[in-house]
């Protein structure tokens, strides 16, 4: 008869590595490697060894394979790029703006959110420093969980940088604002409707209609933007915040360019830039 202390080490490394032992296919699919079963690997740890001191080593053993494998399909979770966009400067693979070298150029892709992959969201497109950086965008912010049919807006991408100021892109679904389909920016409402039912996305938190300084309407192509100009001295976005709006689809977009009052006393030219170069 085996030992007891053998036995128990060898239910405990059959315990530790139950879970672990179905995340080898994903390892397999991403690394494209020959790996062991970590069960397995585990199995070999428990050769026969006496004394007290085996067992704890056959235990460190297959606690050691449980953290390494967790750890690597926690990175693997991570899509291709993602890291990189946050890490680095968008000049480094995005490409220069054709109306200004200055500038570079970002176009949306069914690659780039969960919205686009799932047809919820038309492509759209704005001009940034290059400087800049992508920002990660919370999993519950993103819509990832609800596409295709978000009941509430989310955030489709962020991006950012400390001496300049802020961006992002919000999606808000039509029938949140109405109940007809495909409907235009003016069929849904006027400026002020639209910014009092999205105006809390554009601050980050609350939203006060005596924060708004200044709003117009201008028509490009074959769609209409609502742009606004707010200060608002206690957003989590900024003390100064720029938005245009449009409908598009089955969605209203926002666009939202912020930044605190010393980004905007250094570069409120450069954002409004940004701000106007926004089409989808």
């Known amino acids: ?59 460190q053993a297959c606690l050691e394979m449980a953290t390494v494998l967790a750890s690597s399909v926690a ?14 400067e968008v000049g480094s693979y995005l490409p220069q703006a054709a109306e200004d070298p200055s500038f570079v150029q970002f176009k949306a892709s069914t690659k780039d959110t969960p919205a686009l992959r799932a047809g919820n969201v038309m492509p759209y497109q704005f001009i ?22 978000c009941a509430e807006p989310w955030v489709e991408v962020k991006f950012g940088d400390d001496k300049q ?27 002020e409707k639209i910014l009092s039912s999205l105006g809390q996305f554009v601050t980050g938190n609350s939203f006060d209609p005596e924060e708004v300084i200044e709003t117009s309407v201008e028509r490009r192509g074959d769609q209409t933007f609502y742009t606004y100009q707010l200060e608002t001295p206690f957003a989590k976005t900024g003390q100064h915040n720029l938005a245009t709006a449009t409908a598009k689809g089955s969605v ?21 830039t940004i701000l106007e170069s926004f089409g989808v």
């Open 1 to 59: 008869m085996a030992p007891v202390g053998s036995l128990a080490s060898s239910a405990a490394c059959v315990a530790s590595t139950s879970t672990v032992a179905k995340l080898t296919p994903v390892l397999r699919s991403h690394r494209q490697a020959q790996w062991r079963s970590p069960l397995r690997v585990c199995a070999s740890a428990s050769i026969s060894e006496e004394g007290a001191g085996s067992v704890v080593n056959r235990r």
């Open 75 to 88: 990175a693997l979770a991570v899509k291709p790029g993602d890291a990189m966009a946050r890490e680095v």
């Open 252 to 272: 209203v977009m926002l666009f939202v360019v912020s930044a605190t009052d010393k980004q905007w006393q250094a570069s409120e030219k450069l954002l409004r």
């Open 128 to 149: 940034l420093p290059p400087t800049w950086k992508q920002e990660r965008v919370a999993n519950i912010l993103s819509g990832n969980y609800c596409q295709p049919k």
């Open 165 to 191: 100021g802020a961006l992002q892109v919000v999606a808000a679904p039509m029938v949140r604002l109405t109940n007809k389909p495909n409907a235009t920016i003016e069929e849904i409402g006027n400026p």
